[in-house]
Nanobody, 128 residues
Framework: EVHVVESGGGLVQAGGSLRLSCAVS????????IGWFRQAPGKEREGVSC????????YYLDSVKGRFTISSDSAKKTVYLQMDSLKPEDTAAYYC?????????????????????WGQGTQVTVSS
């Protein structure tokens, strides 16, 4: 059984940083794709970033480029989302999702339906 567990959310002032972690277990193979999504109150969920562990391809939403960095620790089967220069508009519930066949590329926006396994979400609140 596949498990996806996020951690690292919290409350931070604008300009601050947080690092989200996504730990994955249960896949029978070493390579998978991790996507980070977020949903603010009253808004649709949007894809923020992804990482393909087979080729290290990544994607970033335009509004987070240059501020967020996604990385992977294969030994720990954990993908991190380092969020710097946070803005109030980054406030949202952040969800990690995993899949074996989702597509992750710099010019391809994340699609929720491509991810089969989801974490419970972690709240990020950025105060002004």
């Amino acid at each position: 059984e596949v498990h996806v567990v996020e951690s690292g959310g919290g409350l931070v002032q604008a300009g601050g940083s947080l690092r989200l972690s996504c730990a994955v277990s249960g896949f029978s193979v070493d390579d998978y794709i991790i996507g980070w999504f977020r949903q603010a109150p009253g808004k649709e969920r949007e894809g923020v970033s992804c990482f393909d562990t087979s080729d290290n391809n990544t994607y970033y939403l335009d509004s987070v480029k240059g501020r967020f960095t996604i990385s992977s620790d294969s030994a720990k089967k954990t993908v991190y989302l380092q969020m710097d220069s946070l803005k109030p508009e980054d406030t949202a519930a952040y969800y990690c999702a995993a899949d074996l066949s989702a597509y992750c590329s710099a010019d391809y926006s994340l699609r929720e339906w491509e991810y089969d396994f989801w974490g419970q979400g972690t709240q990020v609140t950025v105060s002004s």
